[in-house]
């Protein structure tokens, strides 16, 4: 269970490494869909409108329904964000793409809630530093990966890896118990 957490929150964080830590959709957004900086500077404030308004209500469903039931809702949510991104054909198709972004924010609460429940209290740290290196050594691998999508398939080409990494979540996450009563 603790090594498909580990592969699980790998890939998990390849969304956000991608497009935000190495701000690949900014880029795309102004390289390929001519965002100019007040849409970039839109954007980025309403890709935080889900995750502060909606944040307590999704927290509060994760803790009565479950955390995985949440994240089978959510994770397809993102990747519909990064649907609308590709196909975006104007400033308000953008601004919508980053709206349902914010999915991603409410994943990773969720997953860090599920990160503590996984393992007894006296090894949480070595756990969370564990977890910390993985994610440490993928946000040194998923920019090269995606420059290289981006050099050799197109620039759509890495949102789309970033939505068959996401799915990928899916099924290993079918693998993993519920936390939410441990």
Known sequence: ???RWIIYRALSSFGFIIGFQAGFIPLYANLV???NQE???IMGSTFMVVPIILSVLIG???D???RKRILYITIPAYCLSMVI???AQDVKTLI???LFQGFLLVNLTNEETMT???VPVNVLGTWCGLLSLTRGVTSIVAPIIAGQIWDLLGPSSVFLFVICVELALVPLLLTMPETLNR
């Open 1 to 3: 269970m603790v090594r």
């Open 85 to 87: 991104l590709i196909l």
């Open 60 to 62: 509060k469903l994760a």
């Open 64 to 66: 009565t329904f479950g």
């Open 39 to 41: 849409v970039l500077g």
């Open 33 to 35: 869909k001519d965002a």
């Open 96 to 98: 919508l793409s980053s």
């Open 116 to 118: 503590i429940e996984l």
